[in-house]
């Protein structure tokens, strides 16, 4: 069993900054590509960071230059660092995983339950 497990979000004021994290864990044998996406209200889930096994990044465009992805391969963490906020950000997050599952094969797709992110005056 694999569970991904995110915090850090909450309400920011504009300008402000945030930093999420998802942590996975269970029986993980290894983990190759990390992501966030967002869901805003009545819009669809859209990537907002991915990173690979060879940190590699890539960033949607309203996020370049004020987001920053990184993984911390000995915790199987994944965080994101959001500075200079809009109010435009505001969404659910969520994080996604690909994964090996110990003594399972092949690559499977984890999605965290998702953190609230608020930015408003």
């Known amino acids: 069993q694999v569970q991904l497990v995110e915090s850090g979000g909450g309400l920011v004021q504009p300008g402000g900054s945030l930093r999420l994290s998802c942590a996975a864990s269970?029986?993980?044998?290894?983990?190759?590509?990390m992501g966030w996406y967002r869901q805003a209200p009545g819009k669809q889930r859209e990537l907002v960071a991915h990173?690979?096994?060879?940190?590699?990044?890539n960033y949607a465009d309203s996020v370049k230059g004020r987001f920053t992805i990184s993984r911390d391969n000995a915790k199987n963490t994944v965080y994101l660092q959001m500075n200079s906020l809009k109010p435009e950000d505001t969404a659910v997050y969520y994080c996604?995983?690909?994964?090996?599952?110990?003594?399972?094969?092949?690559?499977?797709?984890?999605w965290g339950q998702g953190t609230q992110v608020t930015v408003s005056s």
């Open positions: 996604n995983v690909d994964l090996v599952v110990a003594g399972k094969g092949g690559v499977w797709d984890y």
């Open positions: 269970g029986s993980i044998s290894s983990i190759s590509g």
């Open positions: 990173i690979t096994s060879a940190d590699s990044t």
